[in-house]
């Protein structure tokens, strides 16, 4: 405003379930805003309505976010082929508490995560019991509580040789045999006391009651002074290579924008590097583009290993494939993992069941 003084901004704060009812039905009504902001399933559930526009031909052919965002990431925002977001990254990392390591004699070569069966014995090592009962357990499971099972189901199935979720036709694999056997060791370890499931509200990585998290460096820095109270500094584990879950968010430009040019100019001026280091500076905001790097990372070990993960060797749940049906399905899914947590349910069994539930939704 003080560049341009003929221009007021006014700035409406919403709730994320009141954002997205409010833009489903500016949508309808055709008032739906020029450049809008979507989550994961609502990126996947508004690819399907058609409300997106296409970019491809209204960025320049030389526009440098071509060479200087991973290709994962823009693979990550087009819909059959065509490129109809630019995104706002975020992975899914494992963080874990130092000091309970260093307590628990915890050596660098646990912390050399290759497979399942190593993530799997360190958060045995990670846990404390005293009397035959858990005082603190090696891990933190996501559960439907934190609408996010989905997410170590994924990161342990590929470090079991899974594939992605579905293919690019969406058919589904998510009974793959990798996926099952993720599932299964993750409920041994749940019956031996060493995994905490979480509750509502309550994430026990920050209550001392729980060494390690899936989370993201936006999700832990808030915590970490209330970490450091604890005794705990925290540390990120590097994952085995294409086990690392590439998320975000995704700005899209509406296909009814009476000025898709100036919505598109908008659009690129948000994933500039300037506007990309003002939010980094500003606000922690991870950039999707490789050369301001530094500017997020800025000599914070913790930012270095998350930025690098998302960068290199991220990958998506359909390998890029957007999944229109998400929001249809995902709950079915949810409940079926956790059947097997909290039921007792076999874990191909539940997964199994699953697939005709899916296959239902997307018509096949």
């Given at each position: 405003?003080?560049?341009?003084?003929?221009?007021?901004?006014?700035?409406?704060?919403?709730?994320?379930?009141?954002?997205?009812?409010?833009?489903?039905?500016?949508?309808?009504?055709?008032?739906?805003?020029?450049?809008?902001?979507?989550?994961?399933?609502?990126?996947?559930?508004?690819s399907?309505?058609?409300?997106?526009?296409?970019?491809d031909?209204?960025?320049?052919?030389?526009?440098?976010?071509?060479?200087?965002?991973?290709?994962?990431?823009?693979?990550?925002?087009?819909?059959?082929?065509?490129l109809?977001?630019?995104?706002?990254?975020e992975?899914?990392?494992?963080?874990?508490?130092?000091?309970?390591?260093?307590?628990?004699?915890?050596?660098?070569?646990?912390?050399?995560?290759?497979?399942?069966?190593?993530?799997i014995?360190?958060?045995?090592?990670?846990?404390?019991?005293?009397?035959?009962?858990?005082?603190?357990?090696?891990?933190?499971?996501?559960?439907?509580?934190?609408?996010?099972?989905?997410?170590?189901?994924?990161?342990?199935?590929?470090?079991?040789?899974?594939?992605?979720?579905?293919?690019?036709?969406?058919?589904?694999?998510?009974?793959?045999a990798?996926?099952?056997?993720?599932?299964?060791?993750?409920?041994?370890?749940?019956?031996?006391?060493?995994?905490?499931?979480?509750?509502?509200?309550?994430?026990?990585?920050?209550?001392?009651?729980?060494?390690?998290?899936?989370?993201?460096?936006?999700?832990?820095?808030?915590?970490?002074?209330?970490?450091?109270?604890?005794?705990?500094?925290?540390?990120?584990?590097?994952?085995p290579?294409?086990?690392?879950?590439?998320?975000?968010?995704?700005?899209?430009?509406?296909?009814?924008?009476?000025?898709?040019?100036?919505?598109?100019?908008?659009?690129?001026?948000?994933?500039?590097?300037?506007?990309?280091t003002?939010?980094?500076?500003?606000?922690?905001?991870?950039?999707?583009?490789?050369?301001?790097?530094?500017?997020?990372?800025?000599?914070?070990?913790?930012?270095?290993?998350?930025?690098?993960?998302?960068?290199?060797?991220?990958?998506?749940?359909?390998?890029?494939?957007?999944?229109?049906?998400?929001?249809?399905?995902?709950?079915?899914?949810?409940?079926?993992?956790?059947?097997?947590?909290?039921?007792?349910?076999?874990p191909?069994?539940?997964?199994?069941?699953?697939?005709p539930?899916?296959n239902?939704v997307?018509?096949?």
């Amino acid at each position: 405003m003080a560049k341009n003084p003929n221009v007021t901004v006014n700035i409406n704060l919403y709730s994320w379930g009141e954002y997205f009812t409010k833009l489903s039905t500016s949508f309808v009504g055709g008032t739906g805003p020029d450049v809008y902001s979507l989550g994961l399933g609502q990126y996947y559930a508004v690819s399907r309505n058609d409300y997106m526009l296409s970019l491809d031909n209204l960025i320049p052919q030389n526009w440098d976010g071509y060479t200087d965002i991973s290709q994962a990431l823009l693979d990550m925002c087009k819909v059959d082929g065509k490129l109809v977001a630019l995104p706002v990254p975020e992975g899914r990392a494992i963080f874990y508490r130092k000091d309970i390591a260093r307590q628990n004699g915890v050596t660098d070569a646990d912390l050399d995560v290759k497979n399942l069966d190593d993530f799997i014995n360190l958060a045995k090592k990670m846990t404390i019991k005293e009397n035959g009962k858990t005082v603190m357990a090696g891990f933190e499971l996501n559960t439907v509580a934190g609408n996010s099972t989905e997410q170590h189901t994924f990161i342990f199935g590929r470090m079991e040789g899974a594939d992605w979720y579905w293919r690019p036709d969406l058919s589904g694999n998510f009974n793959a045999a990798g996926f099952v056997s993720g599932l299964k060791k993750t409920k041994t370890l749940l019956d031996g006391g060493y995994v905490l499931l979480q509750t509502p509200g309550i994430y026990y990585f920050n209550t001392d009651a729980a060494a390690m998290t899936i989370s993201t460096t936006a999700g832990i820095e808030p915590q970490l002074a209330q970490l450091a109270e604890l005794g705990g500094e925290v540390g990120i584990i590097p994952l085995p290579k294409g086990s690392n879950l590439l998320m975000g968010q995704y700005y899209a430009v509406n296909k009814s924008s009476k000025q898709p040019q100036a919505a598109v100019d908008f659009l690129l001026y948000l994933n500039s590097v300037e506007a990309e280091t003002i939010l980094a500076e500003k606000l922690g905001q991870t950039p999707n583009r490789k050369s301001i790097a530094d500017v997020y990372t800025s000599g914070n070990p913790l930012r270095k290993v998350y930025f690098d993960s998302l960068m290199n060797d991220a990958v998506t749940y359909g390998n890029g494939t957007a999944n229109p049906f998400f929001l249809n399905w995902i709950n079915d899914f949810r409940i079926a993992v956790e059947s097997v947590y909290t039921d007792g349910k076999d874990p191909q069994k539940a997964l199994d069941d699953f697939m005709p539930k899916y296959n239902a939704v997307i018509g096949k």
